[in-house]
């Protein structure tokens, strides 16, 4: 059973930094991309920042220069350092990942259970 589990989410003022990990564990053979999503109360969920196995990155707009997303594929682990937050970037976090796991014939995506970021002005 494939898990994704994300941790470091909390409560930041404007201008702080906080940053996000995500862990996949069971019985995985391999990761391709891995992403952050992000969705605010009332909004649809969001593409926050996406890297590929040999380490690509893209990101939206409204977080260019201030988040960098990482993996460490050796442990199948993926983080997010998030500087500079706005109280806009207020919003629930899931980690999503493109996973090939035992009793699977082709990668599927899998979601973690989200964290919660929240920025006071």
């Known amino acids: 059973q494939v898990r994704l589990v994300e941790s470091g989410g909390g409560l930041v003022q404007a201008g702080g930094s906080l940053r996000l990990s995500c862990a996949a564990s069971g019985n995985i053979f391999s990761i391709n991309d891995m992403g952050w999503y992000r969705q605010a109360p009332g909004k649809q969920r969001e593409l926050v920042a996406v890297?590929?196995?040999?380490?690509?990155?893209n990101y939206a707009d409204s977080v260019k220069g201030r988040f960098t997303i990482s993996r460490d594929n050796a442990k199948n682990t993926m983080s997010l350092q998030m500087s500079s937050l706005k109280p806009e970037d207020t919003a629930l976090y899931y980690c999503?990942?493109?996973?090939?796991?035992?009793?699977?014939?082709?990668?599927?995506?899998?979601w973690g259970q989200g964290t919660q970021v929240t920025v006071s002005s």
């Open positions: 890297i590929t196995r040999d380490g690509s990155t």
């Open positions: 999503n990942a493109d996973i090939l796991s035992a009793f699977q014939l082709s990668h599927r995506g899998y």
